[in-house]
């Protein structure tokens, strides 16, 4: 199973885009980037997922380099309700080998400030 | 929709004490899991099963059982519970057609073991 590197906390300001970065480096073939965002109190939610190149969808983007090595969610000009933790996921897409024990690390904890 | 539905939300046990956690989705999701996060931490892995009458474990599975003889339902037993098993637990279900292979989440159920 791939691990996941992430930065335990940032800070940001209303209006800024926010790019939070996970390093990979032992992604296999199979595996896909996975995204969530968890709210206190709440279960985590789906934001983004992509396999190479750049991802885009009404919340955020995705950014995968040509090794696939890391990868990067963009959150464009953010609001105070996007603070919350954020947690990067690589794993096999469908039910088969690794696509079944999705692991979570720490994520990142956003403090977006007015 | 209801999604995935976990009950019961609060739960304070003694130790030794068992319990079941009551995990339910009605979106026909094959895949079905239990993690648990303690304060913070990201999620771990405990069980998954990827369809009625099949189970494995996650990362960290001592202490806890489970079963799955329906699509809908994936109990989580605590046979005798210790303090360390004090945490929020969530489950999540994942369609097996899906593009994206996205884990839905319940609300979670805060158990403390005194």
């Known amino acids: 199973l791939a691990k996941t590197t992430q930065p335990i906390s940032m800070d940001s300001y209303e209006g800024q885009e926010v790019n939070i970065t996970c390093s990979h480096n032992?992604?296999?073939?199979?595996?896909?980037i996975t995204w969530y965002q968890q709210f206190p109190s709440q279960g985590p939610r789906f934001i983004i997922q992509?396999?190479?190149t750049k991802v885009t969808n009404e919340v955020a983007s995705l950014f995968i380099p040509a090794d696939r090595k890391s990868s990067t969610l963009s959150l464009p000009r953010v609001s105070l309700s996007d603070t919350a933790v954020y947690y990067c996921?690589?794993?096999?897409?469908?039910?088969?080998?690794?696509?079944?024990?999705?692991?979570f690390g720490t994520g990142t904890q956003l403090k977006v400030e007015l | 929709n209801a999604g995935v539905t976990q009950t019961p939300k609060f739960q304070v046990l003694k130790t030794g004490q068992s319990m079941t956690l009551q995990c339910a989705q009605d979106?026909?999701?094959?895949?079905m899991s239990w993690y648990r996060q303690d304060p913070g931490m990201g999620l771990r892995l405990i069980h998954y099963?990827?369809?009625?009458?099949?189970?494995d474990q996650g990362e960290v599975p001592n202490g806890y059982n489970v079963s799955r003889s329906t699509t809908e339902d994936f109990p989580l037993r605590l046979l005798s519970a210790a303090p360390s098993q004090t945490s929020v637990y969530f489950c999540?279900?994942?369609?097996?057609?899906?593009?994206?292979?996205?884990?839905?989440f319940g609300e979670g159920s805060r158990l403390t073991v005194l």
């Open positions: 999540a279900s994942r369609d097996r057609g899906g593009n994206t292979g996205e884990l839905f």
């Open positions: 032992n992604i296999a073939t199979n595996d896909y």
């Open positions: 992509g396999y190479k």
């Open positions: 996921l690589v794993g096999e897409g469908g039910l088969t080998g690794g696509g079944n024990k999705l692991t």
């Open positions: 979106m026909n999701h094959e895949y």
């Open positions: 099963s990827v369809g009625a009458g099949i189970t």
